[in-house]
């Protein structure tokens, strides 16, 4: 079974207003809190839960734009001091806060016929520790240096890798940072040291896994096609499959919450699972589509997108709907700021109110373009035309 996941200033006058404008844009940029800043994985912290501490208002505009000359396959992420993103024909760029190029690898292979190929990276890439994670389809991982673009380390899976890498928050002090990537094809996670990328551990293989694995709380989940949640802890010891059965493969990130993990499944449902009891607490059936977004998990409610057209809010204890959006076409992944929630619909971004779906702002990105990002306070997004975009707090 195939599953598929996937300004310019007018003059030099500045008014006292136009200042104070400016004051605050700098300040949500550089001077905010680590949370408002970085944006590790695709959607996130390591656990996938898609929320920032960030206050985007009722409006957004544009902060700038760059322009990556190729497609752009996926969300970019952040190390909060730079934009990570990878482009057609191999290539991952790193800008800055402001859509400065700083670097950019190109990566290729030669084929049987002795011609250059370019690589392709359809994960997500991740970043932690000055190291930048980017897992090609043809199984390879590159680790690379966050400032400079240097490879530091490569690691063959022997698979094919189109879930995002993800890493280990530490235990103990004295434990290094590990870096865990999945070979989609065999449903193995590989753990790696994030410094050196030795080996660590290696999972039982599963079956096919096109997601991403949560991390938080020394514990791992992911979904296959299997019809199946798989737990393991971070030690590499496996605890538990949690099996739903039916038509209920998982093909997107698992986001996680203390003992309890979060994802779509093909038959169109969100469930909730308890990780350390080994069972399902609920499902949400409002869509007869496959869900394969990963969903973001708010203090009280669960927000995810389905291939039916609709963005779903549901309460977290039970399920039970809340509210839903029509968005008109392919939803993505929904991210959460504060009181926001911000989603791709076929190239438009979206901005609703996050107590009852209410649409504030819309604009056309692309054709297509990736779920967004929360970095430095802002909203960015990758797009097929080739370019990434950034866009801001509009103030009054």
């Known amino acids: 079974m195939i599953l598929f996941a996937t300004e310019e200033r007018n003059g030099r006058k500045e008014t006292k207003k136009d200042a104070w404008k400016f004051f605050f844009v700098v300040f949500a940029l550089f001077c905010g809190p680590p949370s408002e800043g970085a944006w590790p994985t695709y959607h996130g912290g390591a656990d996938l839960k898609g929320v920032a501490d960030v206050a985007l208002g009722d409006t957004l505009e544009l902060a700038w734009r760059y322009d990556a000359y190729g497609e752009v396959y996926s969300t970019p992420v952040s190390d909060g001091e730079r934009i990570f993103v990878s482009a057609k024909k191999g290539r991952v760029v790193a800008l800055d806060l402001t859509g400065k190029k700083v670097w950019e690898r190109s990566f290729a292979r030669t084929n049987d016929a002795g011609q250059a190929m370019a690589l392709r990276f359809e994960a997500p890439l991740a970043c932690t520790d000055g190291l930048v994670f980017a897992g090609s389809t043809r199984g390879t991982l590159f680790a690379l240096d966050a400032g400079t673009g240097e490879t530091r380390w ?58 991403t694995p949560g991390v938080a709380n020394g514990r791992i989940a992911y979904g296959s096609c299997l019809a199946a949640l798989h737990v393991y802890a971070t030690d590499g010891t496996h605890l538990r499959d949690i099996e739903i059965g039916g038509d209920a493969q998982i093909a997107g990130g698992v986001a996680i919450e203390g003992r309890l993990a979060y994802a779509g499944l093909r038959d169109g449902a969100l469930a909730c699972f308890d990780i350390e009891a080994g069972e399902v607490l609920w499902s949400s059936e409002e869509s007869d589509e496959q869900t394969f977004s990963t969903p973001a998990v708010t203090e009280v409610l669960v927000v995810y997108a389905s291939d039916d057209g609709f963005v779903y809010a549901v309460d977290k204890k039970e399920g039970k709907p809340v509210w839903k959006f029509n968005a008109g076409g392919l939803p993505y992944s929904p991210v959460v700021a504060k009181d926001r929630v911000v989603v791709t619909v076929d190239g438009v971004l979206y901005l609703l109110k996050l107590s009852d779906g209410t649409k504030l702002w819309s604009k056309e990105v692309s054709d297509d373009a990736t779920s967004a990002a929360i970095i430095g306070g802002m909203v960015v997004v990758g797009a097929d035309d080739g370019t990434v975009t950034s866009w801001r707090v509009s103030f009054p």
Not at 158 to 178: M, T
């Open 154 to 211: 490569t690691y063959e899976t022997d698979g094919i890798i189109v879930g995002s890498p993800n890493f280990i928050q530490p235990l103990e002090p004295q434990e290094a940072r590990r870096v865990v990537v999945m070979d989609q094809s065999e449903g193995m996670l590989h753990c790696l040291e994030a410094a050196t990328g030795r080996v660590v551990w290696k999972s039982m293989a599963a079956e096919r896994c096109d997601g």
